[in-house]
């Protein structure tokens, strides 16, 4: 069976393939999370991929909310970052699912290096990101 039969499998270390478009890495840096007026600071994103995220949040928010993540990429520079507005496609009240609908060209260029760059498969990731450039 391969990787892409399976419903949920694992494709190297960090790396999980699930019947998706791209594959997800474990990221352990910091977001804020926006629902509405709500600002949320997160320690970390549980997993990410071009088209979504997975987030630990112990809340309830309704399947189909708009959100925007903010992800900063340094420290020394607050305005350099990824910014994507999505749909909260999940939420089980300790995990929190997010489909990514819109991003600017420059958030998608930070986007696509950040995940090439710590993926353990750069070449997996350039291969999924020349078969689909944009979100989907």
């Known amino acids: ?3 892409h039969e399976k419903k949920f499998c694992r494709q190297g270390p960090g790396v999980i393939m699930e019947k998706r478009k791209f594959s997800r890495i474990a990221l352990n840096i910091p977001a804020t999370l926006t629902i509405g007026e709500t600002i949320h600071s997160l ?9 979504g ?10 399947p189909g909310t708009k959100c925007r993540l903010w992800i900063p990429l340094d420290s020394t520079n607050p305005g350099l970052g990824i910014d994507v507005k999505g749909e ?9 699912g997010i489909r990514f609908d819109s991003i600017t060209p420059e958030s998608l260029f930070h ?4 995940i090439r760059y710590n993926a353990p498969d750069p070449d997996q990731i350039e291969q999924e990101i020349s078969l689909h450039p944009g979100l989907r």
Do not use: F, K, W
């Open 88 to 96: 909260i496609l999940r939420c089980t009240g300790e995990t929190m």
């Open 1 to 3: 069976m391969t990787t």
């Open 43 to 51: 320690q970390s994103i549980n997993n990410l991929s071009v088209g």
């Open 111 to 114: 986007l696509h290096n950040l």
């Open 53 to 62: 995220c997975s987030l630990d949040m112990a809340m309830n928010v309704s």
